[in-house]
Each structure stands twice: as structure tokens, then as C-alpha cells.
């Protein structure tokens, strides 16, 4: 058994005084009469010594008590300040009037009667009074006081501290009491006098302070794993404005200009309008007949309007074609994971922005067997081993496919979309080679990760749900760690 | 997107097989399963593919891709010797007419709720909520041919379907629910299509209602399909749709004379494709007679054309084939998604970062080893959070979007620090201190900047601490700045200054106004720092991202 050198100080003068209040002993100890009582309760603890602690009710006179102590209450210095009887609106302009009138009828030392107080000539001194003279008459004089707030109850509490038998013994069998240091100080450490130093030792039961680090968000954290990934793989990022028109939202992805996903209650629209690039007619055309290709186009009209207008991005496809636009030389190979905007109430797995992880590589020679391949890889190394392909259908990508993966806890689970670009969208801006796109939803597999069932969690955040999950983030439910690439 | 109700005993009955065969290999042809029920199964198709909207058209696919019937599914059509005329009126409002007779069909209860949900689901996916194309279906037997597709005086009156007595053109408008539901596709015509028998009984007000002479019940026996809209292939589409669905079950399909022109004509389109192209795009080697077995499975009629082409005849109902690479699509469905090798593509490339991410994870690394936890706050908000709250004025490069889902998320927004703010506000019941930074884009008029803003909230927080960490960002961002007094209203005068960069205003820090924080409901002082990342070395451009 460890005791502290305060415990064995403390334990010293009892063996001398056997029992003291804890005042005595710190006028002894030369500490807070408060440090005394945590000491005797820790040695106490041990069963050497014995806290006995005594809680007595004592009473006193509140400020406004004292004065009517002295003075009287209202109602006698009232009584006092007429002779048999008195009009009552003339008592009214006594300043006790407002007490003391009320008291005096509820005693029956007077009545109103008549617009006149009268007085009864009862006016012996009541309990009240009693108890005000002298407050420790108690009973019911007292309650009334205290009821009228001239008297306030003090809860006073006495400590008893006595050695125990076993306490003596120990404290007779000696102790060591020699100093013990709380800190170490560099003068210490400097002169090597540490070496007869000793430290006071800290219980480990007690739990550490809890603090919180400086962090990247948990969700923040997916993106960035997946960025890595596909860094790793070789793709370049890329990235753009969250205001794009029409024209690069849909148009040029060959989107009909009478979509439903093109109507305003899917889609944030702008009043703001941006130019079309050089060569729009291309894309033009295309929507109308196919342009050169051996596609037979939307037909219908095609409104220069409905291009120009502005729109908050639905998906970030539309930074990939301006991407592919500007690069039509093979090889590319490119992604951007941002935020996009679809026009959704916000509920527990719909959101108005979220976020898109893009990709796209255009090559030579490349396959619906490589999209394929690329969407495995990737789901393998989010942590995903069962990956599995269904037929899908989105107006850019022919052929097209839903990546879906396996969740123990919930089969399988969509993943989002990919395809080949079609030529329809491709042809117009003279890129002649097939492009792999995907466009993959990054919040699903973030609530994966960081086991989440209600999508707002991720924005609108409690940030001590932050502050309590891990910045090590292993893998989803699968029991498969993600493959980190560093 | 439409969601199809298959009833197993019909559908069982039509394809020829189980009912688990079918519903393990329905989301093989392009559908998701919505629910799976005891007597049936809910399942939503793709809009590109309306001819599976009926349980018809789903068995037809479902034979093919099993393997049970393969090839193009032959239509006979015999000529009704009914002539239906159009209105030259017409050219301006609702030009295009398709149509077609049924005969002897065979209607219960069920069935002709799986009729009305076909013509629903292509009200929506071809029609485009009956713009585009109508559809009516009629008893044959209880009108008159010639029929006759006119503008018609808008105080012209008949029975609309569901009503007890004779309606205005305009009445019906005002006063049927599917009158109301779709006035406005006609609101702005001088004259209503309307669509007369020979005694110019009224059969239809497409795309409003029918007349209810000729209600549909399950003692109909012979039908006649009116097609109405503005694009002519997708009224022919809707016909055949229908018309084919409808022969599947039994039904004889006759042609209606139009303008001299037969409809439907039920018959294939024809395509050549290569299958060198086909096994470019798809990544498998398909020689034109592989590629014609796995067509035949898709119900297209095909049959090599040479050693690498195909002679592909596309089925009438097939309304998504535009391109050759839609075909291959159908090919690589029926080699099986499940089938394909999955490789990686062996394209070399060296990845890099974009700039603008570069240095947003430079931001994260520096705000969190100053002690500072990241949030993710929307870039949607509203003018009280961005202005009012912050005593700030809106800014005139704010974007509005048009039709906002509530009053929380009606602009774009323009800063960052007013949504660290509203964080603090929803977090005020977590221990002090809190430091919370964000960094991501911002939005004025059509361009998208880079922004990082930190607040620190706590008893001692003051300008000092937002100073000291101000300096510290832009020395890590290697930002060269210079400060002097700023007059934003969100902070306390004589307590904020601006970062000065290249002659510009690049950010504001400082200790914020009390009314602020009574504003937000904070108790306690928050030191607040936001700078424009544009200013950063290295960022690509001057003027923010279009």
C-alpha cells in the first residue's frame, strides 16, 4: 500500500492526537482544512483512519429580519402608528401599509369595516414575535419567519477525523517520509540532483483528460483514399466550375433537350447564361440527325436557348467531355471526385448536393472488358471483394453498366453508372477512340466506411460525432481492409 | 421512372418457365427489381427500353434471353379498310396520327389494368407526360368509321370518360381532374384536337381525355388505338408498342388508313452492322455468326452478312436504337454481364493532382496541425445566413437558383465563415474549445473560387488568436501578405484587419461583432479567419474556375 506524503503527514498527527476536526489538523499540516478532509477519506479508504461527518441545521436573521428584530414586524410598528381606529385610505400612505395591513387583519388585531380600521384591541405577541426575539425557540414561529423570508436555514457540515486501530499500527511501525517531487524542473535534470529525486507516481485508474486533435473530416478521409487510389492508378485530376451551362450538363452528352432529368424539378436552374463553345453545331447536329455518325440523332428541335441557360452541375460528366474536348489525343486517363446538384428534398439517403467520384480513360484499344476491369479494381481496393455487373441505362454510355457490390448486412448494393461513351457524344468534339466512363456514388460508400445510416450526417454535422470517430479508417463491414496506397 | 407489376401465373404462362428463373435473370436484362410480393413483382425498366413496360413485352425479351424462343418475333397486319383523315388544322397544334384496329381480344378485370398501365408508363417515357404523344384506346364496335382527327371550336361538347353528362372543350379543362392535370399542354392552341366518328360522335380530346362512348370494359372485343402528338417516330413507336403487346396475347392487329398510308405496319427496320466493331467496342472476338446467335437471343432477326457483317432486323417496338453500339450493347446483355473477363486497361498514364486540390490538401494539412477540425457545411444556404446574420450586405455576384426546394437553400453560396458560424451555432451544446475549419469552393456570378476558413470559439478566443493564425496559414501557403484595417461589419472595429496580396483583398480575419454572435446564438467570443485561395502560388488561372 502506496500512501501519498500528504496521507503519511496526516497519518503521523493522528497517532499523536488520535482524533481532531480537520481545522485543527490543518493548522497543523499547515494545508486547507478542504485538503485535510480529501487526505483523511483516501486514508480512510485504506481503513486507516475513520471520516465521521455530522451535517447541523442552524438558523439566521436575513437582512430584512434583523431590521424587525430590532424594529418590530410591519404589522406591530403599524398598529402602533394609530390610536382605535383610523381611515384605511390614510393608513395606506403608511410605507409599511402594504405588509403590515394584510398581517394585522390575518392576526385579528383589526377589521376594516366601513372604509375604517378598527382595532380589536387583541394584539398579544404571537409566536412569530416570540421566535424573532430569540430564534431558537424553533416551532412554529420559526416556519412563519422563514415562510416570510426574514429567516434563512444554514446547512452546516462537521467533520470528525479519529485514527483506527489499524492506522496506529502502521503509523507505529514507521513511515518513510522522506520528500517526493510532483514535477520534474530542469534545474533537476540540469544538476543531476533527479538522482535522489523521487517522483510522485499517478494512479492510472483515474481516466486520462480527454482532448480533442486538429482533423480532417471522416468523410473527407474516403475522398482521399479514393483520390489516392486512383492518383495511383495513374489518372489525372481534374476539376471545374459548380455553374456550368446546359450545353456542357446535357446537351453535349447528348441528353435531349425534352429529358425528364432535364426538367427544373430534377435541376437547379440559373437565370444566368453562358455562351456556347466554337463549334456547338456539331453537338447541334447530332441531337437533330446524327451529325456524321451512323446514329440517327433525337430529331425534334434543338433550342440555342435551352443550351445557354445556366445550371448547378447534376453530375461532374460535365467536366470529363470538356476535359476529353480540350485532350482528344489519346492517351487520357482522368477523374475528379466534387460536388454535384440534383433538385431532392433532403431526407435520410437524399440529398440536393453530394458528391461524384468521375473517371474516364479514352485509349487506343480500350474495351467494355477494361471498364469492367477498372470498376473491379477499384471496388477491391475501397474494400469491396464481390463486385458484380447489371446492365443499366444512362442517355451518354452505350454500353452501359451498374457496378453493384456485396454488403454482408445488406447483398448487394448499387454503385452508381458506367459506360463507353457514346459516339453521339464523343463524335462532335473529334475524339475518335472509345471513352470508359464512370460516374460512382462516393457518399454510399462512405457511409459504408464510416457506418452511417442518414446521409446528413455527413454535412450538417455534430461535430462530436467527428471528434470521437477514428482518422484511421480500416475497412466496411466486409471485414476487408481497404488497400492504401502511399 | 415507371414501375411494372408482373403477375407470376400470366408472366409463368407467357415466357414458359419458373418463376425463380425469371426473377433471378430479370435484372440481367435491364430492370431492377422494386419488391418482391407473393402472387407478383414490382419492377422498374429503363426509360429507354418502353416496350417492356407490359408483361407481354417482358415474356417476349424473357424467351429470347432464356433462349426459349429466339429471333424476330413476325407481326402479320391485315388491312382494316378504315380511313381515318387529318385535319390540315392540325399541322400548327398536334400534327401526327398513328393508329391501329384489335380485334378479338380477350379482356378481364386484370388485363385491362395491365393495358392502362402500359399506356400510363408510355405517357411518360415516350410521351413525355403526353406531350410528345398521346395514346386513347376505344371500343371499335360502339362508333363509326371514317374517323376523323380535327381542331375543333373550343364550346364543342361530348361525355368525357368518368362523367355523367355533356362538357365543354373548355369545361372539361376546368373541371375534369385529367382536364386540369393537363391543360397546359393545350392552353396556348386556338383549337382542341378532337377526335370524331362519322356521325361525329366524339371519341377523344387527346392528349386530355376519351369519351365515354367508348369506354373500354371487359365485354370489348375489338379495339381502335388513336396515337396523337408532335414527333412522328414517337407516335409510331407507341403504336407499335402497344399493338404488338396486344397481338402476344392473342389479338389480330388491322391497319387504319391515314393520308393514303397504312398504320402499323409492324414490320423490322434493317441495320448493318460489323462484328469487328462489335468486338472492338466489347472486347470479346465475335465473328458475324456469334454475334448473329447472340442478337437472335435479343429478339432482333440477324444473320451474317459476310465473314464481319450482320444483317440485323430491328423489331418495330424497339424505340432506343439509334446507333450500331446500341446494338452491341444488346449483345454484350445477352453474353452476359456476368460472363465478360474483366481486365484492367493497360493504358499508361502518370497521375497528378489537380492544382486547386493540391492545394486544398495543403489547407486541411495546416488547419489541422493548427489545431482545427474540419466540417463539410452545403454550398446551398440562404440570405439570412450569408447576409443578415453576419451584418454583411448580399453580395451582387450571388446566384440564385430559380426554383429552391425550401427557404434554407436558396442561393449559392458566396463566403465560407457564415456557414462556420451556423456549424458553431448547431454544436452549441459540445465542449469548448471549438475550432472548426472548412475549405472548398465558393461561388460569384458564374465563377468558382477556392476558399479555407477557421473559427475559434472559446472564453479567451480574440483577435490575437485569430492574428496569430492568419499569419500562420498564409506563411504555410507561402501566401506574401500584408494587413490593414478592414471595415467588415461581421467583426469588431479596431479588431479585424484584411489580408492584403497583389494589390487585393484576399481575406478578413479578426474578432466577430457581439451582434453576430447574439445573432447566432453564441455565447462566447470566436476569433475568425477566411482568405481566398486564388491568392495561393501555383493556383491556375486569375480569375476563378468557369
Avoid at chain 1, 457540515?157 to 485514527?163: E, F, P
Avoid at chain 2, 506574401?480 to 461589419?489: I, K, M
Avoid at chain 2, 453576430?516 to 486569375?542: F, K
Wanted: with cysteine.
Amino acid at each position: 500500500m502506496d500512501l501519498s506524503p500528504n496521507e503519511k503527514r496526516l497519518l503521523v498527527l493522528l497517532e499523536k492526537v488520535k482524533t481532531a476536526d480537520p481545522s485543527a489538523l490543518a493548522a497543523e499540516m499547515g494545508v486547507s482544512p478542504e485538503s485535510v478532509i480529501q487526505y483523511a477519506y483516501l486514508l480512510a479508504d485504506r481503513g486507516l483512519c475513520r471520516v465521521e461527518k455530522e451535517v447541523k441545521t442552524t438558523y439566521s436573521l436575513t437582512e430584512e429580519g434583523q431590521r424587525y428584530a430590532s424594529e418590530g414586524l410591519p404589522e406591530r410598528q403599524l398598529l402602533g402608528s394609530f390610536n382605535e381606529k383610523i381611515p384605511v385610505q390614510e393608513l395606506t400612505r403608511h410605507p409599511l401599509a402594504r405588509i403590515g395591513i394584510g398581517q394585522m387583519k390575518r392576526k385579528g388585531w383589526v377589521v376594516v369595516r366601513g372604509g375604517m380600521v378598527e382595532k380589536t384591541g387583541k394584539d398579544a405577541p404571537g409566536e412569530d414575535e416570540l421566535a424573532l426575539r430569540d430564534l431558537s425557540r424553533g416551532g412554529p414561529g420559526l416556519a412563519e419567519l422563514r415562510r416570510r423570508n426574514l429567516v434563512t436555514e444554514n446547512l452546516e457540515t462537521r467533520y470528525r477525523i479519529s485514527v483506527t486501530p489499524e492506522g496506529l499500527d502502521w503509523a507505529r511501525r514507521g513511515l518513510d517520509m522522506s520528500e517526493e517531487a510532483g514535477t520534474l524542473t530542469r534545474e533537476q535534470i540540469v544538476s543531476g540532483s533527479w538522482k535522489g529525486l523521487k517522483l510522485r507516481k499517478y494512479s492510472l485508474k483515474a481516466p486520462p483528460r480527454k482532448i480533442y486533435p486538429g482533423k480532417i473530416h471522416p468523410y473527407q478521409r474516403v475522398i482521399e483514399e479514393m483520390r489516392q487510389i486512383l492518383l495511383c492508378m495513374g489518372f489525372t485530376e481534374i476539376y471545374g466550375g459548380i455553374v456550368q451551362s446546359a450545353f456542357w450538363n446535357f446537351d453535349a452528352l447528348f441528353q435531349p433537350q425534352d429529358h425528364p432529368a432535364r426538367e427544373m424539378q430534377d435541376t437547379f436552374y440559373l437565370k444566368e447564361t453562358l455562351p456556347l463553345p466554337e463549334g456547338y453545331e456539331r453537338v447541334r447536329d447530332m441531337h437533330l440527325f446524327g451529325g456524321n455518325t451512323s446514329s440517327t440523332g433525337w430529331g425534334g428541335r434543338w433550342s440555342r436557348e435551352k443550351a445557354e441557360q445556366c445550371v448547378l452541375r447534376t453530375h461532374t460528366t460535365c467536366l470529363s467531355i470538356q476535359h476529353l474536348a480540350t485532350h482528344p489525343e489519346p492517351p487520357v486517363k482522368a477523374f475528379c471526385i466534387n460536388r454535384v446538384y440534383r433538385r431532392e428534398a433532403i431526407d435520410p439517403t437524399h440529398l440536393p448536393e453530394f458528391e461524384q467520384l468521375e473517371g474516364i480513360v479514352m485509349d487506343r484499344d480500350v474495351t467494355f472488358r477494361h471498364l469492367l476491369g477498372f470498376l473491379k479494381e477499384f471496388y477491391h481496393r475501397m474494400g469491396f471483394p464481390g463486385v458484380r455487373f447489371r446492365p443499366g441505362y444512362f442517355p451518354y454510355t452505350e454500353p452501359s453498366v451498374e457496378p453493384e457490390v456485396f454488403v454482408p448486412s445488406l447483398g448487394w448494393v448499387e454503385m452508381g453508372g458506367a459506360g463507353i461513351f457514346r459516339q453521339e457524344v464523343t463524335a462532335p468534339f473529334g475524339i475518335t477512340h472509345p471513352v470508359l466512363a464512370w460516374g460512382l456514388g462516393v457518399s454510399r460508400i462512405a457511409m459504408l466506411r464510416l457506418g452511417l445510416s442518414d446521409l446528413r450526417l455527413l454535412y450538417k454535422i455534430d461535430i462530436g460525432w467527428v471528434r470521437e470517430t477514428p482518422s484511421w479508417l480500416h475497412g466496411p463491414d466486409t471485414g476487408v481492409g481497404g488497400q492504401k496506397c502511399r | 421512372m415507371p414501375v411494372i407489376r408482373l403477375y407470376y401465373r400470366y408472366l409463368e404462362k407467357l415466357v414458359g418457365t419458373d418463376r425463380e428463373t425469371i426473377l433471378a435473370n430479370l435484372p440481367m436484362i435491364g430492370s431492377d427489381i422494386e419488391r418482391v410480393e407473393e402472387d407478383h413483382v414490382d419492377v422498374e425498366f429503363f426509360p429507354s427500353r418502353p416496350d417492356l413496360f407490359s408483361v407481354e413485352g417482358v415474356a417476349r425479351a424473357m424467351r429470347g434471353y432464356l433462349g426459349i424462343e429466339t429471333g424476330l418475333p413476325r407481326y402479320s397486319v391485315t388491312p382494316s379498310g378504315i380511313e381515318f383523315s387529318v385535319d390540315p388544322g392540325l399541322a400548327t397544334i398536334r400534327p401526327y396520327l398513328g393508329s391501329a384496329v384489335i380485334r378479338n381480344v380477350k379482356l378481364d378485370e386484370e388485363s385491362i389494368l395491365s393495358l392502362m398501365g402500359l399506356q400510363e408508363a408510355l405517357h411518360w417515357a415516350v410521351g413525355r407526360g403526353r406531350s410528345k404523344v398521346a395514346i386513347g384506346i376505344h371500343d371499335l364496335d360502339a362508333v363509326t368509321p371514317p374517323f376523323r382527327y380535327m381542331a375543333a371550336e373550343k364550346s364543342h361538347a361530348f361525355v368525357p370518360l368518368d362523367f355523367d353528362r355533356e362538357m365543354t372543350l373548355d369545361q372539361i379543362l376546368d373541371e375534369h381532374p385529367k382536364g386540369r392535370a393537363y391543360a397546359h399542354i393545350v392552353s396556348d392552341f386556338p383549337r382542341y384536337p378532337l377526335i370524331v366518328d362519322a356521325r361525329d360522335r366524339v371519341l377523344s380530346f387527346p392528349p386530355i381525355i376519351n369519351g365515354e362512348l367508348t369506354r373500354v370494359t371487359q365485354e370489348t372485343r375489338n379495339l381502335l388505338l388513336d396515337t396523337t402528338g408532335t414527333d412522328e417516330r414517337a407516335v409510331a413507336t407507341a403504336v407499335n408498342i402497344i399493338c404488338t403487346a396486344l397481338a402476344d396475347t392473342g389479338a389480330t392487329v388491322q391497319s387504319v388508313t391515314i393520308g393514303g398510308r397504312e398504320c402499323p405496319s409492324l414490320a423490322p427496320s434493317e441495320r448493318i452492322v460489323s462484328s469487328d466493331d462489335a468486338s472492338a467496342l466489347l472486347g470479346v472476338p465475335l465473328d458475324s455468326t456469334a454475334l448473329s446467335s447472340l442478337l437472335e437471343k435479343m429478339r432482333y432477326g440477324a444473320g451474317p452478312a459476310g465473314v464481319s457483317h450482320v444483317r440485323v432486323l430491328i423489331p418495330c417496338y424497339r424505340a432506343d436504337i439509334m446507333h450500331d453500339w446500341d446494338i452491341f450493347e444488346d449483345a454484350a446483355i445477352a453474353y452476359g454481364y456476368g460472363t465478360f473477363d474483366a481486365e484492367m486497361p493497360r493504358t499508361f498514364t502518370v497521375g497528378a493532382p489537380h492544382p486547386v486540390m493540391a492545394i486544398y490538401a495543403v489547407a486541411r494539412e495546416v488547419m489541422s496541425g493548427l489545431g482545427y477540425q474540419e466540417v463539410l457545411p452545403f454550398t446551398l444556404t440562404n440570405e439570412r445566413v450569408l447576409a443578415t446574420k453576419m451584418q454583411r450586405p448580399l453580395k451582387d455576384s450571388v446566384l440564385r437558383v430559380m426554383h429552391p426546394i425550401s427557404e434554407e437553400q436558396t442561393v449559392v453560396r458566396t463566403d465560407l465563415l457564415p456557414l462556420l458560424l451556423e456549424m458553431c451555432q448547431l454544436n452549441r451544446h459540445r465542449e469548448l474549445p471549438q475550432r472548426l475549419y472548412a475549405v472548398g469552393d465558393v461561388v460569384g456570378g458564374t465563377h468558382t473560387y477556392p476558399r479555407a476558413a477557421c473559427v475559434s470559439t472559446h472564453a479567451a478566443a480574440d483577435f490575437s488568436e485569430a492574428y496569430a493564425v492568419a499569419d500562420a496559414f498564409c506563411r504555410e501557403l507561402d501566401v506574401a501578405v500584408s494587413v490593414e484595417e478592414s471595415d467588415d461589419p461581421a467583426f469588431i472595429p479596431g479588431r479585424r484587419g484584411n489580408l492584403v496580396s497583389g494589390g487585393k483583398t484576399v481575406g478578413v480575419f479578426g474578432e466577430i461583432h457581439p451582434a453576430v454572435l447574439n445573432a447566432w446564438e453564441l455565447e462566447h467570443p470566436v476569433a475568425a479567419v477566411e482568405i481566398d485561395l486564388t491568392a495561393v502560388p501555383g493556383y491556375p488561372g486569375q480569375q476563378g474556375t468557369p
